[in-house]
């Protein structure tokens, strides 16, 4: 039996037996940890959403949530690391995962552009004015029908390796340790509280323009709705898989997709309703979540 399958059985008692200790460690280091850091770049005007040492900084913060379940498990609770699930398991959900959040993201953006929310830049004409307004010379871009093809290629083949390593720190948290913990409450209850927790983290960052330049408040709910919607898919196959590596592979392949080639071909959508973080994509993601949970049941 598994820990996570052992976290479930002690739901059959007439009270949930929640390790509050464990949760309340978990969090604290995490929220505390990222939110100085952050705080401080952001105080010092080194922007983590613009370039250099805010953006590395970022990068690493992603570990946090991982450092936090290693410090929780070996100096609070000392209950031993199989509740993290750090498995493989087989290889087929690997390629499923590569080939349905790509699949996700052409739908998304391409109803971005169908309905107005968003228009493709084809040319790189928005990449190229980087550079202008930088005073940077231009550099030489390969034709659209070479620079495209290559960056879907390599956003499917090269990027989701690399983006996972850092996704793991983070999935190693909200799958690997706060989850489980949290199950004893029920899956439906879990899963909005593991979804709220994730997007709360994000906090800094959003109030500073993250996904939703200009709407920090009301960015802040949609992003936690969009944790808590994707948050379903992602909870979904870890637990069926014993996998808080399958879990790191879903967010790295999310963040190569987001960051990568969708960036790039549509760099001004209508943060709001389009794109990977609008109501529209929050939707698309909430169908998969709702899908991936019915085909669980089966």
Not at 2 to 16: F, N, R, Y
Not at 70 to 84: A, M, S, Y
Request: charge should be positive; aromatic fraction near 14%.
């Amino acid at each position: 039996m598994t820990c996570t399958e052992g976290v479930l059985k002690a739901t059959s008692i007439d009270k949930p037996v929640i390790d509050w200790k464990g949760i309340s460690s978990f969090l604290l280091i995490t929220f505390v940890i990222t939110y100085v850091i952050e705080g401080a770049l952001i105080l010092s005007g080194n922007s983590p959403l613009v370039k250099g040492l805010g953006q590395y900084t970022i990068a690493l913060v992603m570990w946090v949530p991982g450092l936090a379940t290693i410090l929780t498990i070996k100096f609070v609770t000392r209950e031993g690391f199989d509740i993290t699930n750090i498995h493989f398991g087989g290889w087929r959900p690997y390629v499923t995962v590569g080939l349905i959040i790509p699949a996700c993201f052409m739908l998304i953006y391409g109803l971005t552009w169908i309905l107005g929310l968003g228009q493709p830049d084809w040319t790189l004409q928005y990449f190229k004015n980087l550079f202008i307004t930088a005073g940077v010379k231009v550099p030489t871009i390969p034709s659209p029908y070479v620079i495209w093809p290559v960056l879907f290629l390599a956003s499917l083949l090269v990027a989701p390796f690399f983006n996972s390593i850092f996704a793991f720190g983070e999935e190693l948290g909200w799958r690997g340790y706060l989850l489980p913990k949290l199950l004893p409450l029920g899956k439906p209850l879990a899963y909005l509280l593991s979804g709220i927790v994730w997007g709360l983290w994000h906090l800094p960052l959003v109030l500073v323009g993250f996904m939703y330049p200009g709407y920090p408040l009301l960015g802040m709910l949609l992003f936690t709705m969009l944790t808590t919607v994707l948050g379903i898919y992602i909870n979904e196959l870890t637990l069926r898989h014993h996998s808080s590596i399958l879990a790191g592979w879903i967010h790295g392949v999310v963040n190569t997709q987001r960051l990568g080639m969708w960036a790039v071909l549509f760099p001004k959508t209508n943060p709001l309703l389009g794109g990977f973080s609008g109501i529209l994509g929050i939707g698309i993601w909430l169908v998969l979540g709702i899908w991936e949970s019915h085909r669980n049941v089966r």
